[in-house]
């Protein structure tokens, strides 16, 4: 991939660090995820539902109490961006099992949009037991299969290729896998950074600044901006503003998860490979690459489509879900010295403020009825106040 990207900045000059993002997680032969996509204890990063089952759980018990406070339409699409190993749908869709009486009359199906060959494979099995078939017929949907609980499945790469239709949204650690563009204000004005070769070392690439300003500068940059350095991920962006669309529509909710700020961190690109730091710019296609989200952009791209909520911190909205109730469930269930340590070892993981407690945030799209009343005079009565969307506030399942 080092050859190939050092052919192209050759040819047509130094790459935006979206274009070197892109090539290096998603290149379709050599990219990170299509051939490596090392998520978990033996890959290059741990992620929550790796973690604990209890995160996928939760987070199921929130679809399940949005589809109750919506009035338990009879069909919904869960839809997951970037779906890892497949570990967040398999728990998500036991405890849609454990509550099959809750959603009996409900027509569910899941529809995963990923990209990496690699993963999906993954997925197939972790979810269905291996009874995938690839469907060569339609060249939007590439893989079919049904869960081990009797659901459909269904692959796409991309999310222009869901069909429509009442749908509950989740990403989990996708948008900061997105390309970034990066920006750098200087004494002439904002300049791009790029990536370009070093020309005292061959094959090694470095990062330079525009000579003058690039289409990105002039478009992405806020004229009340006062940050010195900015990243900015349109393809974030656009995702943001389909999803609103779609739940405007059709109905339905995002919950989005991930490391990040709003508005305010400034250099955040970075590489890990084997849950060590990694220089971004070595070995491309050998190591993850991420950026924090910036939260505050995913909200402005809903262009107020819908209603937004959060981010809140992961530790937050866990516990708002019951956390402290399902672990002390399952410490009670376990007999084994070990399988409780693991269980309070992982919870730390994912609620500590110094791991993943503080820094992974919650933010979610919401139609904008769901949290205002329809007026009252055209219906007297309707009474009963609006619940409250669960994780932002505390669970409470009637
Ligand atoms: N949600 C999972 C995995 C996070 S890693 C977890 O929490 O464990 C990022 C995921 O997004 C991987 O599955 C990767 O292959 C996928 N991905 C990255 N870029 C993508 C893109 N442009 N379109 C679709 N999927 C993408």
Not at 162 to 188: C, M, N, W
Not at 235 to 243: D, H, K, S, Y
Not at 273 to 293: E, F, I, Q, Y
Request: charged fraction near 25%.
């Amino acid at each position: 991939l080092l050859q190939h990207l050092c052919r192209k900045v050759r040819a047509t000059g130094p790459l935006t660090v979206a274009e070197y993002m892109r090539e290096a997680l998603t290149n379709p032969a050599q990219g990170y995820y299509t051939r490596r996509g090392g998520i978990g204890d033996s890959g290059d990063f741990i992620t929550s539902p790796e973690i604990s089952q209890v995160f996928g759980e939760l987070i199921g018990i929130w679809y399940i109490s949005e589809w109750m406070a919506m009035g338990k339409p009879n069909t919904f699409q869960l839809v997951e961006l970037g779906p890892g190993r497949g570990t967040l749908t398999e728990d998500i869709l036991r405890v849609f099992n454990q509550l099959a009486s809750v959603l009996s009359k409900c027509d569910v199906s899941v529809h995963l949009v990923e990209v990496s060959p690699k993963l999906s494979e993954i997925q197939g099995r972790m979810l269905t037991g291996g009874k995938v078939q690839p469907n060569p017929e339609e060249e939007s949907v590439y893989m079919k299969g049904i869960s081990k609980t009797g659901i459909p499945i269904f692959w796409y790469r991309d999310i222009q290729d869901v069909p429509p239709g009442y749908s509950f949204y989740l990403a989990h650690e996708f948008f900061d896998a997105l390309p970034i563009h990066k920006f750098q204000r200087t004494e002439k004005g904002w300049r791009e950074v790029l990536v370009d070769i070093d020309p005292e070392v061959p094959d090694q690439l470095r990062f330079v600044l525009s000579p003058s300003s690039t289409p990105a500068t002039e478009n992405f940059i806020q004229p009340e901006e006062t940050r010195d350095h900015v990243e900015v991920c349109p393809e974030a962006g656009v995702i943001m503003q389909r999803l609103a669309c779609h739940i405007e529509k059709d109905g339905g909710a995002a919950l989005v998860a991930d490391y990040g700020h709003d508005g305010t961190k400034t250099d955040t690109f970075r590489g890990f490979r084997n849950h060590k730091l990694h220089d971004v710019l070595s070995a491309p296609g050998t190591a993850d690459l991420t950026a924090d989200v910036d939260f505050s952009y995913l909200r402005k791209m809903t262009q107020e489509r819908t209603t937004t909520l959060g981010p809140i911190k992961q530790r937050e909205f866990l516990k708002n879900m019951g956390i402290d109730l399902r672990l002390q469930v399952l410490l009670q269930n376990s007999r084994d010295t070990a399988t409780r340590e693991q269980l309070l070892h992982s919870y730390d993981m994912l609620m500590n403020p110094e791991k993943m407690g503080d820094c992974f945030n919650f933010f979610a799209l919401l139609p904008h009825h769901r949290l205002v009343q329809a007026d009252k005079k055209d219906k007297p009565e309707s009474k009963s106040p609006l619940p409250p969307v669960a994780g932002f506030n505390e669970l409470l399942l009637k």
